[in-house]
């Protein structure tokens, strides 16, 4: 696993994991406003690109208040198993409240505490652009996934042509930031369109995702370029 590119270069691991702890409390309610509500779309889709079936073992890594996960154990049933994986104690303290019926484990996006190929899929919502070290975390994932399965990203992404470039700069830059103002923690919602400006690009993410070994890469942009869903497979022995 060599090192990859940094998903923000913004602030340190650690001071990144004490921000979602202060906000674990308002982060749903964020999310729904700062989105419209099309987050619970968005988690769909990427568990429909996720492929898996009933009786499958999954892992959503970055699961925050564990949203995607329970899309996810929707889909394997009572047979399958999610795992979900963050290092907020605050976030899993939510998600534990909320689906009792999920494993939720503490542990760093770099050093999965899981087997190789222990999944038929691997997912990451909203959470692969606060992995300190993107190329990383990208492999770890492929490394836990068994080969033919899956590995999805779903990041928000910079519109590059107007007039929705002009809205996402204006939303992001000075939008979210007030909101967060008003939720108690400017700080966490500055660094949010900080670290959106900072991840790579689709193109650039689906490069990344090759590089950590995956295969059949390939990206779908929804919400009018704000949202990127990329996939790939981790190839056969």
Same mark, same amino acid.
């Given at each position: 696993m060599?090192?990859g590119?940094?998903?923000?270069g913004?602030?340190?691991e650690?001071?990144?994991?004490?921000?979602?702890? *202060?906000?674990a *409390?308002?982060?749903?309610?964020?999310?729904?406003?700062m989105t419209?509500g099309?987050?619970? *779309?968005?988690r769909?889709?990427?568990?429909?690109?996720?492929?898996?079936?009933?009786?499958?073992?999954?892992?959503?890594v970055?699961?925050?208040?564990?949203d995607?996960?329970?899309?996810?154990?929707?889909?394997?049933?009572?047979?399958?198993?999610?795992v979900g994986?963050d290092?907020?104690d605050g976030?899993?303290e939510?998600?534990?409240?909320?689906?009792p019926?999920?494993?939720?484990?503490?542990?760093?996006?770099?050093?999965?505490?899981?087997?190789?190929?222990?999944f038929?899929?691997a997912?990451?919502?909203?959470?692969?652009?606060?992995?300190?070290?993107?190329?990383r975390?990208?492999?770890?994932?492929?490394?836990?996934?068994?080969p033919?399965?899956r590995?999805?990203?779903?990041?928000?992404t910079?519109?590059?042509?107007?007039?929705?470039?002009w809205?996402?700069?204006?939303?992001?830059?000075?939008?979210v930031?007030a909101?967060?103002?008003?939720?108690?923690?400017?700080d966490?919602?500055?660094?949010?369109?900080?670290?959106?400006r900072?991840?790579?690009g689709?193109?650039?993410?689906?490069?990344?995702?090759?590089?950590a070994?995956?295969?059949?890469?390939?990206?779908?942009?929804?919400a009018?370029?704000?949202?990127?869903?990329?996939?790939?497979?981790v190839?056969?022995a």
């Open positions: 060599s090192g590119s940094p998903a923000s913004t602030l340190p650690g001071q990144v994991r004490a921000m979602f702890d *202060r906000i *409390r308002v982060y749903d309610r964020m999310n729904a406003v419209a099309m987050d619970a *779309r968005w769909r889709r990427a568990a429909d690109l996720a492929a898996v079936a009933p009786g499958d073992r999954v892992l959503d970055a699961t925050g208040t564990g995607l996960a329970i899309e996810l154990a929707g889909r394997v049933g009572p047979d399958g198993e999610v994986l290092f907020s976030m899993l939510l998600a534990r409240a909320k689906a019926g999920i494993r939720f484990d503490q542990g760093s996006a770099l050093e999965l505490p899981y087997a190789d190929g222990e038929a899929a997912t990451v919502g909203f959470g692969a652009r606060n992995f300190s070290d993107l190329g975390g990208l492999a770890e994932m492929r490394r836990v996934v068994r033919g399965g590995v999805v990203v779903l990041e928000i910079t519109p590059q042509r107007p007039p929705l470039s809205f996402f700069r204006l939303w992001f830059d000075r939008v930031p909101l967060g103002q008003v939720a108690g923690d400017s966490a919602y500055t660094y949010l369109p900080s670290s959106v900072r991840f790579p689709p193109e650039e993410l689906g490069g990344e995702l090759a590089a070994g995956l295969v059949d890469v390939r990206w779908v942009l929804t009018g370029g704000i949202i990127a869903l990329h996939v790939g497979t190839p056969e």
